[in-house]
């Protein structure tokens, strides 16, 4: 089978899934974590790869950026494929100044303005929890490899340059930090009665102006990858 967007068998794609926004991100974790892993998707350059992790079978996904592309990919994975479980795996930008680069990040709500969830089933919600299970997996992997992370909810954005709102999201809704992909998956997640999380790592602080390169965001973001992998076991 095949969707406009994916070219993947559906034999091709595991029941849990880890999705990067970026591409070249996918492409590295396959090739440096997984056992056997085969190219199941390059349409439009979305790169995927299903290989095994200690045995257990994965598929790593990129998203690509924002709501409606992680919303066209992450529905039809879960309604097409089959998948069961989603992690998002990646950048976010601090609100709060104790949390440094390269930390990392497990989400406990996404708040967004967006409309994505009306549009999707009609209710006005938004604020978004990910899963408690998949939460405890992810805390249990992260004890297990000693890498302290930090709990919070996240302010999903659709615009990257959005800096006005910072001190009322940080404040009225206790918002850690900001990103641009939690809030469809988790809308996807609710209408498809599926399991969807996120580990996010901190690629610059919108208080203190430090900054990750490009390079580093997708070469050495490496404890959330190994903490999601861990995870699955």
Do not use: W
Request: net charge negative.
């Amino acid at each position: 089978m095949a969707t406009p967007h994916i070219e993947s068998k559906k034999e091709d794609i595991a029941k849990t899934v880890l999705m990067p926004g970026d591409p070249l991100r996918a492409k590295m974790i396959a090739e440096k974590y997984l056992e056997n892993p085969v190219l199941v998707n390059s349409v439009r350059n979305i790169l995927a790869y299903t290989g095994t992790y200690k045995g257990k079978r994965v598929t790593v996904f990129s998203s690509g950026m924002g709501n409606p592309s992680m919303g066209i990919y992450s529905y039809e994975l879960f309604n097409e494929y089959d998948v069961d479980e989603i992690i998002r795996i990646g950048s976010c930008g601090a609100f709060r100044e104790d949390l440094n680069l390269y930390e990392v990040l497990l989400v406990e709500n996404s708040y967004s303005v967006s409309n994505y969830l009306q549009e999707l089933t009609g209710e006005e919600d938004h604020v978004l929890p990910s899963n408690i299970e998949l939460n405890k997996k992810l805390e249990n992997a992260a004890n297990r490899l000693r890498v302290n992370i930090h709990h919070g909810n996240v302010f999903c954005t659709d615009v990257f340059y959005n800096q006005v709102a910072i001190p009322n999201l940080r404040d009225n809704y206790n918002c850690y930090a900001t990103e641009m992909e939690t809030f469809a998956l988790f809308s996807n997640a609710r209408k498809l009665n599926k399991k969807a999380s996120a580990i996010l790592t901190v690629s610059d602080n919108l208080n203190t102006k430090e900054v990750t390169t490009s390079e580093e965001r997708q070469n050495s973001f490496n404890k959330m990858v190994e903490i999601a992998l861990e995870s699955i076991i």
